[in-house]
């Protein structure tokens, strides 16, 4: 089990880097993340994507206007040295096109680097249920 202070803090991070995406928050996005991200998304047709360009195309979109949570549930924290392995269901609540509450989930696994004091993101996954 990582320590407690480094597992609080790298769930903290990954709640951010969540809720930049919904919010299309692409200053934020880029602070956490590594210029070299590398991903597999279901947006990427099963290829390797790496670099930030894919996903800026997504924030120059905006946001949802209805507003959206965002749960990681039980999230699962392994660290190995300078780099740390983030896993979880990605529960998203949000309006649907009838104005009703809708539940969307995804798996994801996102990877983290520390350089110095901070952590950096250098990879996720994501897979649809
Ligand atoms: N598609 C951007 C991200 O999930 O990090």
Redesign the pocket.
């Known amino acids: 089990m990582p320590q407690d202070a480094t597992r609080e803090d790298l769930l903290s991070l990954t709640q951010k880097l969540l809720n930049a995406?919904s919010a299309a928050d692409w200053k934020t996005y880029e602070q956490l993340c590594d210029p070299s991200l590398t991903c597999f998304?279901p947006e990427a047709r099963g290829h390797l994507v790496e670099g930030l360009g894919f996903?800026r195309y997504?924030f120059d979109l905006g946001a949802s206007k209805s507003a959206v949570n965002i749960t990681m549930v039980e999230p699962h924290v392994r660290v190995m040295g300078d780099v740390a392995v983030v896993s979880y269901v990605r529960l998203v609540q949000k309006l649907g096109p009838d104005s009703a509450p809708v539940t969307s989930q995804c798996e994801e696994t996102r990877v983290w680097q520390r350089r110095g004091d901070a952590w950096r993101h250098v990879h996720?996954h994501?897979s649809l249920p």
């Open positions: 995406i998304e996903h997504y996720f994501r």
